[in-house]
T-cell receptor, first 109, second 110 residues
Framework: KNEVEQSPQNLTAQEGEFITINCSYS?????LHWLQQHPGGGIVSLFM???GKKKHGRLIATINIQEKHSSLHITASHPRDSAVYIC???????????FGTGTRLTIIP | KAGVTQTPRYLIKTRGQQVTLSCSPI?????VSWYQQTPGQGLQFLFE???????NKGNFPGRFSGRQFSNSRSEMNVSTLELGDSALYLC?????????FGQGTRLTVV
């Protein structure tokens, strides 16, 4: 069993839909990262959070420490949001990242 | 401000050869981490350097090594390449919190 698990693995939605990607982790972490990877490989860090909720534009990330669960939400989704979204847990003490397997999001115009 | 720069972007090597990949972090960032991404294993942590010292290491064989220079630039070396080493190698620099990723080096071993 992976220490960090994401669901769903693949998600296809129509433009404008509200998107939710989930991430569960089984180990203690100091922070949870959400990353976005576009075709070609480049990775962009979207959020780093250790509690509560963060918002940046149409993206919202939440984390529940007790339940060891985080969600990434995208409001008013757009085809340019199509990418692979990866969550990663940061280990206590050494900042090593353990990654989920990613969610491939496709937004259809 | 320039981002994290990785060179080369693409590389083809044959089995048994060795390869060196380079990562120039964002100016002022002292931490550089390396990751391997394959279709089968996803993203995996290789190692992290901070102020020229390896601070953390992932579960990779000794063929994978790295170093960091006084200007924080980092290199990663893989010796005796195997077909399974074909992957996207990503580096990320950090000022201590958020990680900033480079575009990666896509290594193909034939």
């Amino acid at each position: 069993k992976n220490e960090v698990e994401q669901s769903p693995q693949n998600l296809t939605a129509q433009e404008g839909e509200f998107i939710t990607i989930n991430c569960s982790y089984s180990v203690g972490i100091s922070a949870l990262h959400w990353l976005q990877q576009h075709p070609g490989g480049g990775i962009v860090s979207l959020f780093m959070l250790s509690s509560g909720k963060k918002k940046h534009g149409r993206l919202i990330a939440t984390i529940n420490i007790q339940e060891k669960h985080s969600s990434l939400h995208i409001t008013a989704s757009h085809p340019r949001d199509s990418a692979v979204y990866i969550c990663a847990g940061e280990n206590f003490g050494n900042e090593k990242l353990t990654f989920g397997t990613g969610t491939r999001l496709t937004i259809i115009p | 401000k320039a981002g994290v720069t990785q060179t080369p972007r693409y590389l083809i090597k044959t089995r048994g050869q060795q390869v060196t990949l380079s990562c120039s972090p964002i100016s002022g960032h002292r931490s550089v981490s390396w990751y391997q991404q394959t279709p089968g294993q996803g993203l995996q942590f290789l190692f992290e350097y901070f102020s020229e010292t390896q601070r953390n290491k992932g579960n990779f064989p000794g063929r994978f090594s790295g170093r960091q220079f006084s200007n924080s630039r980092s290199e990663m070396n893989v010796s005796t390449l195997e077909l399974g080493d074909s992957a996207l190698y990503l580096c990320a620099s950090s000022p201590g919190s958020e990680a900033f990723f480079g575009q990666g080096t896509r290594l193909t071993v034939v």
